[in-house]
């Protein structure tokens, strides 16, 4: 049996998407996961907006052959503002990338935020330390 792959979202990021979801509410935010890759862990680095997806409609209108050579996105992640973090079946026909996000209203604490691969199965999230900030880019 394979091991599941564990996401490492660091704390800030989650912040990040709770905050742009409680302003949205009772709309629907959407947002693209950037990430790293490693064995077993894909650890989200960076949110993304996708200004072409309409809020409130989600996935319906999200194109992912825009970002087809961007092979740093790992997923999406949008909220339900229901509060139920299950991916319905139209998250699951439009899946883009290896993670599928969910959060769920009322985007507080750790156990509104899911996450799923491909097939709708659960993949365990690990909320880290906040990145630090990249400075030595700056260098
Ligand atoms: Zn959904």
Same mark, same amino acid.
């Given at each position: 049996m394979a091991t599941k792959t564990v996401i490492h979202m660091p704390s800030?990021?989650?912040?990040?998407?709770?905050?742009?979801?409680?302003?949205?509410?009772?709309?629907?935010?959407?947002?693209?996961?950037?990430?790293?890759?490693?064995?077993?862990i894909i650890s989200i680095t960076d949110l993304v907006l996708a200004p072409f997806a309409v809020?409130? =409609? /989600?996935f319906a209108n999200f194109n992912p052959y825009l970002f087809g050579g961007d092979y740093s996105l790992v997923?999406?992640?949008?909220?339900?503002?229901?509060g139920n973090i299950s991916p319905s079946h139209t998250d699951l026909n439009y899946f883009f990338g290896r993670v599928l996000m969910i959060v769920g209203?009322?985007? =507080? /604490?750790?156990?509104?935020?899911?996450?799923y691969d491909s097939n709708g199965d659960k993949l365990p999230i690990e909320v880290v330390a906040a990145l630090k900030c990249k400075d030595e880019d700056f260098y």
């Amino acid at each position: 049996m394979a091991t599941k792959t564990v996401i490492h979202m660091p704390s800030n990021i989650l912040d990040a998407i709770y905050a742009g979801a409680k302003e949205l509410y009772p709309r629907e935010s959407f947002l693209l996961l950037r990430g790293k890759k490693r064995k077993g862990i894909i650890s989200i680095t960076d949110l993304v907006l996708a200004p072409f997806a309409v809020h409130g =409609e /989600g996935f319906a209108n999200f194109n992912p052959y825009l970002f087809g050579g961007d092979y740093s996105l790992v997923g999406t992640v949008h909220s339900h503002p229901s509060g139920n973090i299950s991916p319905s079946h139209t998250d699951l026909n439009y899946f883009f990338g290896r993670v599928l996000m969910i959060v769920g209203y009322p985007y =507080e /604490g750790k156990n509104c935020v899911a996450a799923y691969d491909s097939n709708g199965d659960k993949l365990p999230i690990e909320v880290v330390a906040a990145l630090k900030c990249k400075d030595e880019d700056f260098y």
